[in-house]
């Protein structure tokens, strides 16, 4: 139906429902009536917008339109119900023109009536300038306490109105931590506001939603009861929906009224926006709510604050400017939001740490939890959009009080738990600061920072001493619950000390027995001499009252109240279930069992999505097991999906899922976002394999004594690194060498070397007291007397016996005697440069090669030489070099490389050269035997003692007995090889001729025998008699009375007392001497003579033999005196291996490997054997219980 105008001339028609329409409308968002027009006859603009859903509209036709403003709106816009001012229109209603007429000249309508009702009572005042008063004292309404204003500057302090950073002035609570700005005390309790037509009351509820932005916040909220229609402050300021100027948008915006939610351009959000009038830019409520300007931690000297938006750099193309939309316009945020840590994090292992405007929005996100209770404010968070982080329910009793930290949640998102349960991340964002606010915010802050105020904390690297530890709340927040699983997983720091320190005036001292009764919780403290609590520890809160800080902060010492009726441990622990102890350990129980957290109640997997996450994850640790077994490099140049080598663990891994199809299936089906393969997860696998392994260790140490082997030495990357190698005997009886990891040193002094070890052994629970033995090389910093590293472990632990290095000493003794010697000094120099001269050339090099095998070829032809190796060759080598030393002779093109060859070919081919080849090939076979039993990790120091005494007969044999043979083996090689041969019986002529100095008297046999072969076997002994010293080490004579071969012969009872007094009286107690003489003789009655005891030929097969036949159990005291001398160290050779280890990891192409990754990786490689014992199954067990997850493994 239509309606004509009767004027024939005029044209005019309208619908029936247009002709329906009032004539005045009035929105909540425009101050002004809006009046119904057929056309604006002046307007000739082509891109005219609708000023409520800001789409084009065409003034030749019906509009609403203001003249004072100029503000058009479509029909259909204007009188959509939501945002209608119902008031006006129902006055409005049935009135005739002329008094709607009169209605339009209230121009200046005041859109909130109640802006002058205020939130507080004065309680108190001053005078200040101008005769103001001002108020120093009010009455909230939203507190119990009065509020105090504070003109002073407050560190880490957060409004409870707007939740924004504390600036002065400010009102604060003396008696608890509530805050106030000024201006949002003064907000008005009552206000209206364009985007609701009731009026809205300003209310503090815990948790409450912002229809306009969509989050969730934990401030102010102006509520309407009658709608449950809610904002928070930031976007109650927002008066003025019609022309919002943006600095990160050149154009205005006009809020939209549609109700289809639309995306934002800054964050892809969908929600309530702000639209461009010239462009397509879109801004919702959360990103226009940002602070334009903020300062913040992670800003780097010599740059301009964070700002919003930079509208001059902007794409010409619609997909280029919109990309460039979306990174310019939210750059501030984005610069909050990502900071190192997030950069370092692989793309698979990474979700956006919150939402918002510059990241985009997760459809998988959970929805937001219901409201409940105020938990304690140290327990709040805040996000980079301003608003309190929700507190999602749990279904553990201890759920109000466990910190689970959900981000900015949209409200209406749903979960989607069919595909991945995405872990809520923690805030890693820093806290805006207010524009010209100059607020810092130290590390100690319970609100978040600036990713830049903390390092990523090595949980290897924690002191687990109660006594000197950091406080939880010390920490990042975004740290605290990594931190917490770490201090839980580990348990209570529990040392085996064997006596505690006493104190007061009855000497009472703490208890080991005690640990039994408590081992959950009970902790003690060398350093401080107090006993502290585990749970409490970990969930500590610092506003806590002083009395109940006892076993927390400063620790509890006070002996005579435990035990009996009001034992002080129970009076800890409390009667009461909901006391604080028992609700500290309900709430580690619920920390490291993550099937009860948020994401795992929100999202149900069942029991075939968890198995096929198992294998997922387990296909990585076997990859990473493997190469690290194998010291094989992760990652690759290019590890793209187009590379053709994406790097050792991406080509592993292929090569598992071309094999097992179940495996590829779930890999390719995984979510993106939590595929496992990343390389932080490669780096915390390793690192769970190496703290299993260093825990193996450890627990086979037990309470054992042990002995330190320390060495050090530069890695690729000029780091000085420190190896650490305990000795000790198991509890089979076995001699264990462990390699327990390297430790990264800034310099070799002996104090920090000290420093370094004394912080490995307090992390691990070994007690300094319980060292009985230490192996160092020969350096001054380790070996001195008076500041060197054993004096200073010698000084806090007097039974930790200094053992210099046996490989060492004899290196050093080989080494010095050949230079004591000027004609064996001599041939190593004449073999150093004839090394030079082969090695000079890669041709020169090949020739001796060839030469060599078709000699070797030709002896063996001739049976003249048996197949082998080593020892066996050794004679063949002189005829290879000479025909190579020929060859440069005759091929030699310029004088210098002529005189070379000629220079080395004389040397090889003289009789001299070829004597002291032969000598020392004679000497290195005796001493060969001791070098190699010195290598191995189960020699015990009195079987090393007995080589070295072998191999000095037998060199003093070969002195006496040896000339002879030794003389006709060298002629016997001269006549072969067509080597003059010397006459023994003519004079001696030195270097072509003869000497001024040279006797006149000196033969030949002379000179060889005497100045050669006497001089150089008299020197190496020497140095052997200096450098092992029997007489001088008086431990090692009255040890020697336990090893077998000496117990046969006789079985001194006498210095094995005389051990134990002298040398190990803090193991043994004063009854334990009394009765060791008779267990002694028993021991010798019983078990020398037994025939199996005949067999044993060390110590070592001893203490073996003792443990699988009982006799360890019969014998205690004789056992541990075996132990302990099993205990002394002999070489370090294990940490040389360490080393060795070391240039195979960390390469030259990987000199940038971290220390951490550079430990966890030798862990394994030097001590697989224990690696391979470990189930994948424990390992991905492990590997969940580090940290939150984004998908189950159980």
Not at 1103 to 1119: A, C, F, P
Request: hydrophobic content about 35%; charged content about 25%; some cysteine.
């Amino acid at each position: 139906m239509t309606y004509l105008c009767n004027v024939s001339i005029c044209g005019f028609w309208a619908h029936h429902k247009c002709a329906s329409l009032p004539r005045m409308v009035k929105r909540m968002r425009h101050k002004h009536p809006l009046i119904l027009t057929n056309s604006i006859k002046d307007d000739h603009s082509e891109h005219r917008v609708c000023q409520l859903c800001v789409k084009h509209i065409d003034t030749n036709h019906g509009v609403y339109y203001c003249s004072s403003c100029d503000y058009v709106a479509h029909l259909d816009c204007a009188t959509d119900k939501n945002g209608m001012d119902e008031n006006f229109m129902r006055e409005s209603k049935g009135k005739e023109p002329a008094e709607l007429t009169n209605m339009l000249k209230f121009e200046d309508l005041e859109l909130d009536e109640f802006a002058n009702e205020s939130s507080y009572s004065v309680q108190k005042t001053k005078v200040g300038e101008g005769e103001i008063k001002i108020p120093i004292e009010i009455k909230h309404f939203c507190h119990e306490h009065d509020l105090k204003l504070i003109d002073e500057l407050e560190n880490y302090k957060i409004c409870d109105g707007c939740v924004r950073p504390i600036f002065p002035p400010f009102y604060s609570c003396t008696e608890c931590n509530f805050f106030l700005h000024k201006c949002c005390v003064e907000l008005p309790r009552k206000k209206r506001h364009p985007l609701h037509q009731h009026p809205l009351k300003l209310e503090r509820p815990f948790l409450a939603p912002c229809d306009a932005c969509n989050y969730l916040s934990n401030g102010f909220i102006y509520n309407c009861k009658e709608c449950d229609f809610g904002l928070d402050v930031s976007c109650s300021l927002i008066s003025e929906l019609d022309t919002l100027t943006h600095v990160g948008h050149e154009h205005p915006l006009i809020f939209s009224s549609a109700t289809n939610d639309e995306e934002c351009s800054a964050c892809n959000s969908e929600g309530r926006i702000f639209r461009c009038t010239k462009c397509e830019f879109t801004l919702d409520f959360g990103c226009a709510t940002l602070l334009h300007t903020i300062k913040y931690k992670q800003h780097e000297p010599g740059t301009d604050p964070g700002k919003f938006g930079d509208p001059e750099a902007r794409a010409t193309s619609e997909s280029a400017r919109r990309r460039e939309t979306e990174r310019q316009r939210c750059r501030p945020v984005a610069v909050t939001a990502v900071t190192e840590r997030d950069r370092e994090r692989d793309e698979s292992e990474r979700v956006p740490e919150c939402e918002p405007s510059c990241f985009e929005r997760d459809p998988r996100r959970p929805p937001p939890a219901k409201a409940r209770p105020t938990p304690p404010r140290e327990t709040r968070s805040t996000c980079c959009c301003h608003r309190w982080l929700p507190f999602p329910d749990l279904p553990s009793p201890a759920s109000s009080l466990h910190r689970i930290t959900v981000h900015r949640i949209r409200k209406g998102s749903t979960s989607n738990s069919s595909e991945v349960n995405v872990e809520l991340p923690t805030t890693n964002v820093a806290i805006p600061i207010p524009e010209n606010a100059d607020v810092p915010i130290p590390e100690n802050a319970d609100v978040p920072i600036s990713q830049s105020q903390f390092q990523r904390i090595d949980l290897d690297s924690l002191d687990y001493d109660p006594g000197t530890r950091k406080q939880i709340w010390e920490y990042h927040v975004n740290q605290r619950d990594e931190i917490r699983r770490a201090y839980i997983k580990k348990g209570p720091h529990q040392p085996p000390l064997e006596t505690f320190k006493k104190s007061g005036k009855q000497n009472r001292s703490f208890q080991a027995s005690w640990y039994r009764n408590n081992s959950k919780w009970l902790e003690y403290s060398p350093t401080t001499d107090a006993a502290y609590c585990l749970p409490c520890f970990v969930f500590h809160n610092p506003n806590v009252v002083v009395g109940q800080n006892a076993f927390i902060v400063g620790g509890f010492r006070n002996w005579k109240k435990v035990g009996g009726r009001d034992c002080s441990f129970q009076v800890h622990i409390g009667k009461d279930p909901n006391s604080a102890h028992r609700v500290a350990e309900q709430m580690c129980k619920d920390l490291m069992n993550q099937s009860q957290h948020l994401q795992r109640v929100v999202d149900h997997f069942t029991t075939e999505q968890i198995a096929n996450n198992r294998l997922q994850l387990k296909a990585t640790i076997f990859i990473v097991r493997y190469l690290a077994f194998q010291a094989i490099a992760f990652r690759g140049r290019d590890e793209s999906f187009s590379s053709l080598n994406r790097g050792n663990f991406h080509e592993s891994l292929g090569i598992v899922t071309f094999w097992n199809e179940k495996v590829a299936e779930i890999i390719e089906k995984a979510p993106k976002n939590a595929t496992y393969t990343s390389p932080r997860i490669q780096k915390e696998i390793l690192h769970v394999f190496s703290a299993k392994v260093k825990k193996a260790i450890r627990e086979e140490i037990g309470d054992a004594k042990f002995c330190i082997m320390v060495d050090e030495a530069r890695d690729e990357s000029m780091k000085e690194q420190m190896a650490v190698v305990f000795r000790y005997v198991d509890a089979e009886g076995f001699v264990k060498e462990r390699f327990f990891g390297l430790i990264h040193v800034v310099d070799t002094a002996a104090l920090t070397l000290k420093k370094g070890i004394y912080s490995l052994l307090s992390q691990y629970c070994l007690d300094i007291q319980n060292i009985r033995g230490q192996g160092y090389d020969g350096a001054s910093n380790m070996r001195g007397m008076w500041n060197g590293l054993q004096a200073l472990i010698l000084n806090d632990c007097p039974y930790a016996y200094y053992i210099h290095c046996f490989a060492h000493r004899l290196q050093l003794a080989l080494v010095k005697a050949s230079k004591q010697v000027v004609p064996t000094s001599h041939f190593f120099l004449t073999l150093l440069f004839l090394i030079k001269i082969v090695s000079a050339s890669c041709k020169r090099n090949e020739q001796l090669k060839v030469a060599n095998a078709n000699e070797i070829a030709h002896l063996i032809d001739l049976e003249e030489l048996e197949t082998g190796s080593g020892l066996n060759q050794i004679g063949t080598l002189q005829r290879p070099g000479e025909t190579l030393l020929q060859n440069i002779i005759d091929g030699a093109i310029d004088g210098e490389n002529r005189a070379e060859g000629e220079s080395a070919y004389e040397g090889l081919t003289s009789f001299e050269f070829v004597f002291i080849l032969h000598l020392e090939k004679e000497t290195m076979e005796i001493t060969d035997k001791l070098c190699q039993a010195l290598q191995s990790q189960s020699q015990d120091i009195l079987n090393a003692m007995h080589l070295v005494s072998s191999t000095k007969a037998l060199i003093q044999k070969f002195r006496d007995d040896g000339w002879d043979g030794l003389l006709t083996t060298v002629i016997s090689f001269c006549e072969k090889h067509r080597i003059d041969v010397l006459d023994m019986n003519a004079r001696y002529v030195a270097r072509r001729g003869r000497a001024r100095n040279q006797p006149d008297n000196v033969t030949n046999e002379h000179h060889y025998r005497v100045n050669i072969f006497y001089a150089t076997i008299d020197s190496q002994l020497q140095e052997l008699n200096y450098r092992f010293n029997e007489d001088a080490m008086e431990l090692l004579r009255l040890s020697s009375a336990l090893e077998p071969r000496e117990a046969l012969k006789s079985f001194r009872i006498s210095d094995l007392c005389l051990l134990v007094k002298n040398f190990y009286p803090q193991d043994f107690t004063d009854y334990d001497k009394q009765v060791l003489e008779k267990e002694l003789y028993h021991f010798e009655h019983n078990v020398v003579q037994d025939p199996e005891f005949k067999k044993l030929k060390s110590l070592s097969e001893l203490s073996q033999w003792l443990v699988r036949t009982g006799n360890s159990e019969h014998y205690k005291l004789v056992y541990r005196m075996v132990i302990l001398v099993l205990t002394l160290p002999v070489s370090t050779a294990t940490t040389e291996r360490a080393f060795s280890a070391m240039k195979l990891v960390k390469t030259e192409l990987r000199n940038k490997m971290e220390d951490d990754f550079l430990n966890d990786s030798l862990m394994l490689y030097i001590e697989k054997d224990i690696a391979s014992t470990f189930s994948l199954d424990s390992i991905v067990d492990d590997f969940e219980d580090l940290k939150e997850r984004r998908i189950p493994f159980s």
